[in-house]
């Protein structure tokens, strides 16, 4: 009978999870086939689902239980409480069978000896049969109790896991999924608790949550406990690491964002108090929670479970894994994994969009957070403090409506699945509410910070996750469109289509389109969104004097070593995104482009920018890199484009050099590169030249000798070919790409290009807005057109078309 009730977790396996549950059997297959990879995990053993169902049997309370649930009126939250309420109450107040305590205080002393203690703390977590599975993750639906010492707080925690079986959440998470809630059982894994109170923890994911992109590794993580993180209860730290170059050598680390780590959870004093929440010191919170050797360590484990996983199933497995990192010995250890359930799932054939239109331009958002899923959503505010406070006081929630709170935990999903959409005040991208959103399918914004305050109950609000990683919402109900695009559909081109990214929040939802590449990525985007500050002002702010600027860049700086530093990692970061996105395919980044009014917009730009008559035709581009006046700034620049390609790994980075007037001066930028480590040939180094003046077009012989390709930027190059300036209305109707000069102009740098045997293509938005300007592009021969991503289905259909043409034409 022993090997019934008690199983080391050595001893189990995926063939278990009718005995032990999903956890226990996920971490039994990982500490026996992934220990030798070097996967840490902390055993333990696992009380088997037949002690459920003896304490059941033995208690009488089997009949009682399924009258209760059958009495609930799932349209009434009141009902399900109550008697989720009973249920619970009847298990908690049973006494266990004689033997199954003895087996259980049997076991627990045998690992506190294996640690060498008298009695060890452990984590009791619950393992139900149908948790932890491809389709259906239940996540959060039980409970876990941590730092339990001692064999009576033990047993006393195993009971309470039974009972948690029957939490609200987890009657209506069974009762919407269809699972009879008397064939699943109940396992409890004991396991060896790692002192992360004293270090940190989190979770990480196999692939981007919200994109799916299946290339990269989220990691989350804060200081203490990982209960926090999963609460939302803090917004945490955030690393995204490159799967494909993990083990080449690089460091493949593509993003890093300091999160708001005020709390943490750590070990309490007592057996009444297990664990408590304190303040974590001010100088810790501005520390990443994890080194970047120990990011790339854990990075690498979770490709190992995903790895293994997938093999094991015979089919892609993307995993949500928990770790920990013991403040004691400074190690890491995995704690949990099981499958991710929603992207898994998902068919990425098929891309739906949502948009606005119109109906919010110029319109402000009242707030921003963080962006869960890529929906959009309307419908009036309630605002919930608790799950008590306006229910009980009869105001009830109604379907559809916008759930605001402080945070969410698992007793909120009853509720959750009526909203619209989820506000929060805290919490970041793996938090409960999160999870919980992607599973139902409707957009959430996180970690908004004071969402409880700016909204009303009862005030109408669009809700955003459209626009990138930042969720906005907007006052009022606004009109959207859904829109659904097959990608099976799309026609087969030979003429390679790249894609124009604005922002990197948006790189990996646009890597599922049809593309070849990135044919232009403006620097300046990440430099208004990622730094918010203007490079000299970084580099000179103190000898300025002014103590308000001061105050700000130190506080955008917070995470990193000096000002440099923070420039050059948010530029690297966010390239390296982009460039992730599509890898191994070409990435062409323009040097940043700003003119002197838009520099000086920057913070602390009206420290360092010309008052210039005509920015639009002065000091921008070219003639700022080798400038005395902005060269510290450019330095900073080739640093960041060395980190992508040499640190990161990410050798597909093209540098494209923008608004170059002569050959000298592309000569001169070209030698104040290589001063800075950017030589071209080497590593692969290609540089491109932004052709958008007609002197790029009259002399492209002699350009061409000192570059590896040519971008034509038909936006300024119709503006200075026709002598008007593109942002005055006044002579708008005039701006035309399809003029015969501006034709002209396109049609012989092709033809130069192809002589010279450099590369040619094409990023300004002409092809983006006119099918018959991509028709003639192909007809001349060029070798890419880049596109903005909502321009991909028109532009693949007139590449087709033309090159049928050209095709019938031949023939």
Not at 471 to 495: H, K, M, R, S
């Amino acid at each position: 009978m022993k090997e019934h009730i008690i199983l080391p977790l050595e001893e189990v396996s995926l063939d278990s999870i009718s005995l032990v549950g999903g956890k226990s059997a996920s971490l039994g297959e990982m500490i026996s086939s992934l220990t030798e990879a070097g996967v840490k995990i902390p055993t333990g053993f696992a009380i088997t689902t037949r002690a459920y169902y003896d304490f059941l049997q033995h208690s009488g309370l089997e009949s009682y239980i399924k009258e209760q649930i059958d009495n609930i009126d799932f349209e009434d939250i009141t009902s399900l409480r109550r008697a989720g309420m009973r249920i619970r109450q009847a298990i908690s107040s049973t006494r266990f069978p004689h033997e199954l305590s003895r087996e259980i205080i049997a076991a627990y002393h045998d690992l506190s000896r294996q640690y060498g203690q008298e009695q060890t703390d452990v984590a009791v977590r619950s393992s139900a049969t149908a948790e932890d599975l491809p389709d259906a993750s239940f996540a959060g639906q039980q409970e876990t109790f941590l730092n339990v010492r001692g064999p009576v707080a033990l047993v006393d925690a195993v009971r309470n896991c039974f009972a948690s079986l029957f939490t609200d959440r987890a009657i209506s998470y069974r009762s919407t999924f269809g699972y009879d809630h008397f064939s699943i059982g109940l396992s409890v894994c004991v396991q060896k608790m790692v002192r992360s109170d004293l270090g940190a923890s989190g979770v990480a994911f196999s692939l981007d949550t919200e994109s799916g992109f299946k290339d990269v590794v989220l990691i989350n993580g804060s200081w203490g406990l990982g209960e926090m993180v999963v609460q939302g209860a803090i917004s945490p730290d955030e690393f995204i690491v490159y799967k494909p170059l993990l083990g080449s050598g690089y460091t493949p680390i593509v993003e890093k964002k300091l999160g708001h780590k005020e709390k943490k959870m750590v070990y309490g004093e007592s057996s009444d108090e297990r664990t408590k929440i304190i303040n974590v010191e001010k100088q810790a919170q501005h520390q990443f929670c994890l080194t970047d050797a120990q990011i790339m360590q854990l990075a690498e484990w979770v490709t190992c479970i995903e790895k293994y996983y997938s093999t094991k199933k015979g089919q892609w497995c993307p995993m949500d894994v928990e770790w920990a990192l013991d403040g004691l010995t400074n190690e890491l250890y995995i704690v949990q994994a099981r499958p991710e359930t929603i992207h898994s799932r998902k068919d990425h054939s098929k891309v739906i969009s949502y948009s606005f239109g119109e109906a919010a331009a110029n319109r402000e958002p009242i707030l921003k957070g963080i962006a869960v899923g890529d929906k959009i959503a309307a419908g009036n505010v309630n605002i919930l403090f608790s799950l008590d406070n306006r229910l009980n006081a009869g105001l009830g929630f109604q379907p559809g409506d916008v759930l605001v709170t402080d945070m969410t935990d698992p007793d909120w999903e009853p509720i959750m699945k009526m909203a619209s959409a989820i506000v929060t005040n805290k919490g970041g991208r793996t938090c409960h509410a999160a999870i919980v959103a992607r599973e139902m399918g409707i957009p959430a914004i996180v970690g908004c910070g004071d969402a409880t305050d700016k909204l009303t109950s009862g005030q109408s609000i669009t809700v955003s996750c459209a626009e990138g990683t930042e969720g906005v919402v907007y006052d009022g109900i606004l009109p959207f469109v859904e829109e659904a695009l097959d990608l099976q559909e799309l026609p087969a081109v030979n003429t390679q289509l790249m894609l124009n990214v604005g922002t990197p929040a948006m790189a990996f939802q646009y890597s599922h389109l049809p593309n070849r590449g990135v044919g232009l990525a403006r620097e300046e985007f990440i430099i208004n969104n990622y730094i918010k500050a203007h490079p000299l002002a970084l580099l000179r702010h103190r000898e300025l004097k002014d103590a308000d600027l001061t105050k700000k860049i130190t506080q955008l700086i917070q995470g990193h070593k000096n000002e440099a530093d923070y420039f050059i990692n948010q530029l690297a970061y966010g390239v390296g995104k982009i460039a992730a996105s599509c890898y191994p395919e070409k990435v062409i980044v323009r040097f940043s482009d700003f003119k002197s009014n838009e520099y000086f917009n920057l913070l602390g730009g009206k420290y360092f920018e010309p008052k210039e008559e005509n920015p639009m035709i002065g000091w921008r581009g070219a003639s700022r890199y080798y400038s005395e006046e902005y060269k510290p700034a450019f330095q900073l620049e080739c640093a960041a484009i060395r980190k992508v390609r040499d640190t990161m790994g990410l050798s597909n980075v093209v540098v494209m050099i923008p608004f170059c007037r002569t050959v000298e001066e592309l000569d001169k930028v070209l030698e104040v590169m290589e001063e800075f480590g950017l030589k071209r040939g080497t590593n692969g180094l290609e540089v491109y030249l932004m052709a958008e003046l007609p002197s790029n077009i009259i002399m492209a012989e002699e350009f061409a000798a000192h570059i590896d390709g040519f971008s034509i930027g038909s936006n300024d190059l119709t503006q200075l070919t026709l002598g008007l300036d593109r942002d005055s209305s006044i002579v708008a109707s005039l701006y035309n790409e399809m003029n015969p000069a501006v034709q002209r102009m396109i049609t012989r740098l092709i033809r130069v290009a192809k002589e010279n045997h450099v590369k040619v293509g094409i990023c300004g938005q002409g092809p983006s807005d006119f099918p018959e300007f991509t028709k003639m592009l192909i007809s001349q021969g060029i070798d890419s057109i880049s596109v903005t991503p909502d321009a991909v289905t028109k532009t693949l259909k007139a590449i087709s078309e033309a090159e049928h043409a050209a095709v019938g034409a031949t023939v």
